[in-house]
């Protein structure tokens, strides 16, 4: 299997290049390929032969999406749309990741693939006309996840909100976290591993939701880390009201798991994937 893989130098596209790494991988990051260059695509697809594409590329800059809305939806949007449009000349596969802040976080329960997406903010917004323009990919799959951990790629990457809380647990600092906020955390190794499941058992193509099971506010999160590295947790407790930043956040944003389950593809908790994680990252 020939598999390109963009923003392949992020926490998400460096869990996805090992996954494939027996594979034929061709892995570019941001400064490599621009993904809405469509004669730059072109070339790279060309030179790969893909068999599948899979978009790790994204701005995800929640707050400068506000302040820089042409750049969010270049890369968010039109990079999508130039992607899928190459999958569909060379009939391939696509794999495109988007987000829960589809979602308005109104709900009171985790969203499901039925809900009806109602973003707030540029960021949100960009991300969901991605998910519309990747149906130009005629075997395409748009996974939405959240609150990704995992472990960087070779060219720095940042670690996630978890690793950060990690580090400050471990450092003996105050750690601020949203007592206000319900999220799925979702492993990038699980993640990467049900990736690559969905395409070797051709599930039909459309939206999943690829998050590890469960919910939980950013404060348990960090309570439950802090308990399983023994460790006493100093929380500086934040809501949104309070927080004064500049693009909205949903409150609630968990999102449900159970239609990759009901297609076989049963994702573990995420105390299951935390505990795995902080094996290999605190000894």
């Known amino acids: 299997m020939r598999v390109l893989v963009t923003g392949a130098h992020g926490l998400l596209g460096a869990a996805i290049a090992r996954e494939f790494a027996d594979s034929e991988v061709r892995a570019l990051g941001h400064r490599e390929l621009d993904v809405a260059d469509e004669s730059a695509v072109d070339a790279a697809v060309a ?27 270049r890369i968010n949007a039109l990079g999508v749309l130039t992607l899928a449009r190459a999958a569909r000349r060379v009939d391939c596969i696509l794999v495109h990741y988007s987000t829960d802040f589809v979602f308005d976080g109104e709900s009171s329960r985790p969203y499901t693939e039925e809900d009806a997406p109602n973003p707030r903010g540029v960021y949100a917004a960009s991300k969901l006309v991605g998910e519309w323009f990747a149906r130009e990919a005629p075997r395409g799959y748009v996974l939405r996840v959240e609150s990704l951990f995992g472990h960087p790629g070779s060219m720095g990457a940042r670690r ?46 459309g939206i999943y939701h690829c998050v590890n099971a469960g919910t939980a506010s950013w404060l348990e999160i960090a309570q439950e880390t802090a308990r399983r590295l023994n460790r006493q947790l100093q929380a500086k407790p934040l809501t949104l009201d309070t927080a004064n930043l500049e693009a909205p956040r949903p409150r609630y944003c968990a999102l449900s798991p159970e239609k990759l389950g009901s297609a076989g593809i049963v994702m573990p908790s995420w105390q299951d994937a935390l505990s795995r994680y902080l094996s290999l990252v605190a000894g």
Request: aromatic fraction near 6%; charge should be negative; hydrophobic fraction near 45%.
């Open 47 to 73: 030179a790969t032969r893909p068999d599948v594409i899979i978009n790790c590329a994204a701005y995800n800059d929640v707050d400068g999406a506000q302040r820089d809305a042409e750049l969010a939806l």
């Open 160 to 205: 996630g909100s978890l690793g950060t809380i990690v580090d400050g647990i471990l450092a003996g600092a105050e750690v601020p976290v949203f007592v206000d906020r319900t999220v799925s955390p979702t492993y990038t190794y699980d993640l990467a591993q049900a990736t690559r499941s969905i395409i070797e058992r051709a599930l039909a193509p």
